[in-house]
């Protein structure tokens, strides 16, 4: 098969809006395809997150010294807690041709595209705004006050989304994950992501050329 180069892939939306189960599905589906980047955070684990899988959990203090070591793609402060990107495994999974998928907040989102326009920016909600708070609810792992401001946030997120390329709407995961699936696969053939093959091309057609 063709190599291909990898694109790079930000993942973003609401709180309670299933874009954790829905990156999961995707790796799972297609694991030849794409690699999802681990973050590090400065907040506790949740009941059932591990290490090295969910996240890496650092004091604030190893956080951010990986920030000053030049370790780190990106970092936000969300909430009250850092989260970041380490860079290491973001370029190695790039350079394989695998599309790598930051699952990260607007903040950092919007650094990874200032510093590399080419990323394609996708952002996913519930179908509406009784849906994320049930969700949130529903977790169970969150008490009213932290659910409020993380609806506060949600308001706020709203604003910046027309900054990003697509918005996949999560009704029922199966569709969404396909669509998701459909949206990168097709950005593979958007023409200035193709400009190495064409210039190739160029070269065997000049072979003809009278
Ligand atoms: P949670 O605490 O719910 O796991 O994550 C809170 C928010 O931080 C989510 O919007 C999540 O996408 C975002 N996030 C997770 N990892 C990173 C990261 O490495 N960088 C940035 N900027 N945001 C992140």
Redesign the pocket.
Known sequence: MERRNGILVV?????GSG??TIMKELMKRYPERYAL?V???T?SP?PG?EEGV??FFKTEGEFLDLVSSGQ?????N??G?Y????KGYVERKLQEGYDVI????????L?VKEMLPDTLLMYVTPPDADTIYNRLKGRATEDENTIAR?MAKAYEEADIMPKYDYWVVNDDLDSCVEKVNTIIENEHHRMFRNKEKLWVMKQQLCCYAK
Do not use: C, H, W
């Open positions: 993942f973003s939306g609401f709180a874009k954790g980047s973050s590090a955070t907040r949740r997150e969910d996240y780190m793609l990106e970092y936000a969300y909430v807690n989260y970041g990107t380490p930051l699952e990260i907040e607007t903040q950092g989102a650094k993380r």
